[in-house]
Every structure is written in structure tokens, then in C-alpha cells.
């Protein structure tokens, strides 16, 4: 999500009788504070990152099956609420220094939540949202290089290169995994279905913990 700017005031014009051809308009104004139509809420401050209607931008689509499988109401409430520290998602609730109320937080959940398609995994369901167990590097640069590197080159290097260390400073452990998981399909990133073989939760978190062991320190100075 990308923080918008809501529009400042709506207008209803409410048009009364008076004398004979003349009208009177009466202005109410309504607040930010007071917006709970989803597709405002979600367009001013979503979709310039998640994209229109949920299908993916520069990050993933909140739309996608995968995603909605894997992420419960109660963790897409926690994200928009809080924003993600040191990446580009931000705060969204009033209390942590967001423009959003708690009502509007809850219209989003439940707007984003509406998306989902009862029945999509029946057969085969995705690795959990979170890793169950701490990830090995050597097997997930093997498991990269296997399954990825079509894509991203050997060691994440090639042309669509993602062992980058500027993206890797701005994105969370948990953004790698969710997006190794869910794809970007609108960008031809397949699921984690789509591969020689359906990627395990192991997988998943050897991946992204050899892609972690990619990232550069923070220098002394920008530490701090």
C-alpha cells in the first residue's frame, strides 16, 4: 500500500423550493474521517502499490488467491494498521501516525477479504504464510538455482536480477517469502506451484534465507 490523499471534502447538494425561480443549495461537508466506501478507501491509499482492483503493481496483488489463502484477516489488519518498519509499506492507523480510523481500517480488511475465492486450494494447499523453522542457505541458494534462475540468473544475478542489495535493504524476510509464494503474476512471476515441483514450506524458507544472507550490513552511520 502507498499512503494517499483523501479527498478534503464531498459535497451533497441538497436543492429546497423557495420563490418562484430561484433555488437554494445547501453545502454539508464530509470529513476524510467520515469516507467508508471501499473502492475510495482502497484507491486513494492501496492502489497506487497493489494495484486496481487488487491485481498487483510494485507489490503484490492483495487480489490474488494465493495471498488471501495464506494471510488471514487478522494479518492484513496488522499490516495496514502498522505498515511495515523500514520498508516502503507504511502506517495506515490513526494511533501509529496514519490518516486512517479504525472503521476505515476495517472497511479495507473487509473490502480486501471479499476477494477471496472460497475452494481455490482445495487439493493442494499453499506452505503457511510464516516459516515453521529457521531457514538453511546453502540448500535455498540450491533450491534458487533449480527453480528460479530461468528468471533471475544464477545466484539471483541475471537479467531480472533480485540478489540485488538496494532491493534487498527495502523489503522484509517476510515480503520474500509472501512474494516467492503468492507470485507476481501480473509481472509473469509464476506461484509456488509452478516450478519443476510445488515448492515446499523448507523450500520456501531456505530461499528466502539464502536471499537474507545476500543483504548488505547497514554501515556504522546509517545504523543508527
Known sequence: MRP????????????SCGAPGRRAAETRVVR?????????????????????DGQGGLSIGLANPVYLAIADDAIIRRITTQGVPGTPMPAF??????????DQIQVLVGGIRDWATRGAFQNQ?????????????????????TTCSSCHGLDGRGKRTIADHSYLALVSDQHLRTVILTGMPHLGMPDWRHHPKP??????????????????????????
Open 125 to 145: 494447499q499453499p506452505p503457511p504464510y510464516r516459516a515453521s523453522q529457521p531457514g538453511n542457505s546453502a540448500h535455498g541458494q540450491r533450491v534458487f538455482n
Open 32 to 52: 476524510p474521517s467520515e469516507i467508508l466506501d471501499f473502492h475510495v478507501l482502497y484507491s486513494e491509499n492501496c492502489s497506487g502499490c497493489h494495484g486496481a
Open 4 to 15: 494517499g490523499t483523501l479527498s478534503l471534502l464531498a459535497t451533497l447538494a441538497i436543492t
Open 199 to 224: 515448492l515446499s514450506d523448507a523450500d520456501v524458507t531456505d530461499i528466502v534465507a539464502w536471499l537474507v544472507s545476500q543483504r548488505e550490513p547497514l554501515s556504522a552511520e546509517l545504523s543508527h
Open 93 to 102: 492507523a490513526q494511533e501509529y501516525g496514519g490518516l486512517l480510523t479504525d
